[in-house]
C-alpha cells in the first residue's frame, strides 16, 4: 500500500514584520491604453532586440515584491486589453479574461499571507517586449498569460503554467491541411518576427509568409481572402476568430507544430511571491480535477466545450493532472482556516 504523502501546510505562515523603506513612492496605475493586437511571442529577432534591451539580468531591486505589496498594498501586472481569450474588454467595456481571473486567485494568496488586502494594479503596455523589460527588471510584478521559452527563463521566473497551447494555422475549412506539403507556395500569414513566423519557415520554406503587426490583422486578412492561413498561437488565433465572428474556419493541422506551456512571469528571485503564484494556480488546478464548481467555470469558460478553445473537459483534466504531477495535489483547507482577505479585481 503506497504510504500517505507527509502533509504540508496549506497557507503559508504569515510574513514576519517587513521593512519600511523610507519616504515610499504611492505607486500610481497609468490609464488603460490600446494593445496592438499581436501575438506575445519572442521569434528570433525579437529576441536578439531583448538581449540587447536588457544585456545580462539586472541586479535585485531594492525590496522585494511582497515587501513592496507589505507597505502599498498593491502588485503591479501589466498585459493586453485587447487579447482574447487573456485579457480584454468584452461587450459592456469591462477588462476580462483568463490572466484576470489567475490574477484575481494571486491576490487572495498573497492577502492571506500578508494578513492584509493587497490589490493588483491593471496597466496596460501595447508592446510585449516592453512587458517582458520591465518584469525583468523589476518595474512591474507580474504578467500573465505569457508562453514559455528557454531564452525568456534567462531573464525572468516562470510559474507553473495553467494552459498549454501551441503553433498551428488557422484557414478556412476544407483548405489548408496543415500538412508541409499543403501549404507549398501558399500565403500564410505571420506576426512578424514571432515563433509562428519561425515555425511556418521551417516547417515548409516556400510558404509565403506574409507579415502583420499582431494576430487579428492577420484574422482579418484571412477573413477577407488575402491568405491562404494564419499561423501562430493556437489560442491567440482561436480567439481572434471568435471576436471576429469569423464561421467556417478551423485549426490545421489536429497534433501542434510545437507546444509551450502557458503561465505567469515574474521577477527572478523572488521566490516566496513566486510559491505564493504557484499555489494560487495549484488550487485552480486541483479544483477543476476535483469538479469545484468555481474553478470548473473558470476554466471552462476560456478553454471548455463552449469556451474559446472548445476544448473536452478529459482533455483539460489530462493536461492539469500532468501539471500536478510534477508538485503536489493541493488539499482541501481545514474548515477552521480563515479564508483569504477579499481582493479587489485588477480589471479597474
Known amino acids: 500500500m503506497t504510504p500517505e504523502p507527509t502533509r504540508v501546510p496549506q497557507r503559508p505562515v504569515p510574513h514576519p514584520a517587513l521593512p519600511q523603506p523610507a519616504a515610499p513612492a504611492k505607486a500610481v496605475p497609468i490609464g488603460v491604453a490600446a494593445w496592438a493586437r499581436r501575438g506575445a511571442v519572442v521569434g528570433p529577432s525579437l529576441l536578439l532586440a531583448l538581449v540587447a ?39 459592456s467595456k469591462s477588462l476580462v479574461g483568463y490572466s484576470l481571473d489567475v490574477a484575481r486567485l494571486i491576490e487572495a494568496e498573497v492577502s492571506t499571507y500578508l494578513n492584509r488586502p493587497v490589490k493588483i494594479v491593471y496597466t496596460a503596455n501595447a508592446d510585449p517586449l516592453a512587458v517582458f523589460r520591465d518584469v525583468s527588471r523589476g518595474d512591474v510584478d507580474l504578467a500573465c498569460g505569457v508562453q514559455f521559452t528557454w531564452e525568456r527563463e534567462m531573464y525572468v521566473d516562470f510559474s507553473m503554467p495553467f494552459a498549454l497551447s501551441g503553433i498551428r494555422v488557422l484557414t478556412r475549412q476544407g483548405g489548408l491541411d496543415g500538412s508541409a506539403a499543403s501549404m507549398a507556395g501558399k500565403r500564410i500569414g505571420v506576426v512578424k518576427d514571432s515563433l509562428g513566423s519561425a515555425t511556418i519557415a521551417a516547417v515548409q520554406p516556400t510558404a509565403v509568409r506574409v507579415p502583420f503587426a499582431g494576430i487579428e490583422p492577420a484574422v482579418r486578412a484571412l477573413l477577407a481572402g488575402q491568405v491562404d492561413g494564419v499561423g501562430g498561437d493556437s489560442l491567440l488565433l482561436a480567439g481572434a476568430l471568435q471576436s471576429l465572428g469569423g464561421k467556417g474556419y478551423g485549426l490545421v493541422p489536429a497534433e501542434p507544430f510545437s507546444r509551450f506551456a502557458v503561465g505567469c512571469i515574474l521577477p527572478e528571485d523572488n521566490s516566496t511571491f513566486r510559491n505564493l503564484v504557484n499555489l494560487a ?16 467555470a473558470s476554466v471552462n469558460r ?26 503536489e ?7 477552521t482556516t480563515p479564508s483569504a482577505v477579499a481582493p479587489t479585481s485588477p480589471a479597474r
Open 329 to 335: 495535489r493541493v488539499r482541501p483547507l481545514p474548515a
Open 281 to 296: 494556480i495549484a488550487r485552480m488546478v486541483q479544483g477543476y480535477l476535483d469538479d469545484e464548481p468555481a474553478a470548473v
Open 302 to 327: 476560456w478553454l471548455g466545450p463552449k469556451g474559446v478553445l472548445e476544448l473536452p473537459p478529459e482533455v483539460i483534466k489530462a493536461y492539469f493532472q500532468s501539471v500536478l504531477l510534477n508538485y
Open 53 to 91: 534591451v536588457l544585456g545580462n539580468p539586472t541586479a535585485a531591486r531594492a525590496e522585494s515584491v511582497l515587501e513592496q505589496a507589505a507597505r502599498t498594498g498593491e502588485i503591479t501586472m501589466a498585459g493586453p486589453t485587447d487579447m482574447v481569450p487573456f485579457a480584454y474588454r468584452d461587450a
